[in-house]
């Protein structure tokens, strides 16, 4: 049995989600739910794109040497400034950046060490398999926020 960590299973949970999102539909100006502030639908899956499009820069980071110390990252910063790039983004672009990150972080997880830490990103420090296990998580648990979010609220039916 394949251990989360494996290669293999990374990269089977990361297609996995991306096989999700691709089905995702409703009303992308609807509220994110509790705990997203005055985020819509779209701007939940702008955070989900906008991360996602940014593992494989992340897994790429394991195989070079440490960068000079910088401040440590800000989440919040981060996730804001992202999110407020895609405001003009059409969902479709999302969607499609969404699949263009999961290709190509499974094209960079191919062959990879995954005990070497990563240099950048919220886990600075951490072995590449721990980390990309819990941004699999993260993105999972924004996702059943998102799908949650677009159910209660599904595309109306214009004619």
Known sequence: MADGNSESSLEAGFIELASIVRALHGDWSAPAGSGYDDWTTKDLLAHLSSTEASL???VASST???GPSAEPF???RWNSSQVRKRKETTEQELLNEFDMGTTRLVEALSD???KKPVNIGRYVGTPLG???RNMLE???HHLDDLRS???KHPQSQEL
Do not use: N
Request: aromatic share 0%; no cysteine; proline share 10%.
């Open 112 to 114: 990879m060490d995954l």
């Open 149 to 151: 979010a677009l159910h």
């Open 64 to 66: 070079e040497p440490p």
């Open 56 to 58: 494989a820069r992340i």
């Open 138 to 140: 993260h993105q999972q």
């Open 130 to 132: 721990e980390a990309m």
């Open 74 to 76: 800000d989440a919040d």
